[in-house]
């Protein structure tokens, strides 16, 4: 059994920064990618950024030189570091993590979704 737990979101003034964590727990071989998504009320869900093994990353225009996604494999766990906020960030945010499980078959989990609010 995976969970994948998120934190780090909150109430932010315009040009502020916060800090999502997503942690994958459970049992498996290795983690192939972890990603974050974010839904405005109204929207669908759309990719901000995600980080395969290897360390590579990709990111939506909108949020490249703003927003850092790095990893810390020993602990399963990704981070969405969120500068220069702008009010049209404010959505949920959603890790989604895509897993190898010890079966040999791949799985993606998503977590519960943190509410990041940009406004004065």
């Known amino acids: 059994q995976v969970r994948v737990v998120e934190s780090g979101g909150g109430l932010v003034q315009p040009g502020g920064s916060l800090r999502l964590s997503c942690a994958a727990i459970?049992?498996?071989?290795?983690?192939?990618?972890m990603g974050w998504y974010r839904q405005a009320p109204g929207n669908q869900r759309d990719l901000v950024g995600s980080?395969?093994?290897?360390?590579?990353?990709n990111y939506a225009d909108s949020v490249k030189g703003r927003f850092t996604i790095s990893r810390d494999d020993a602990k399963n766990t990704v981070f969405l570091q969120m500068n220069s906020l702008k009010p049209e960030d404010t959505a949920v945010y959603y890790c989604?993590?895509?897993?190898?499980?010890?079966?040999?078959?791949?799985?993606?989990?998503w977590g519960q979704g943190t509410q990041v609010t940009v406004s004065s």
């Open positions: 989604n993590v895509d897993i190898l499980l010890y079966n040999y078959r791949r799985q993606t989990y």
């Open positions: 980080i395969v093994s290897g360390g590579s990353t």
């Open positions: 459970g049992s498996f071989v290795r983690i192939n990618s």
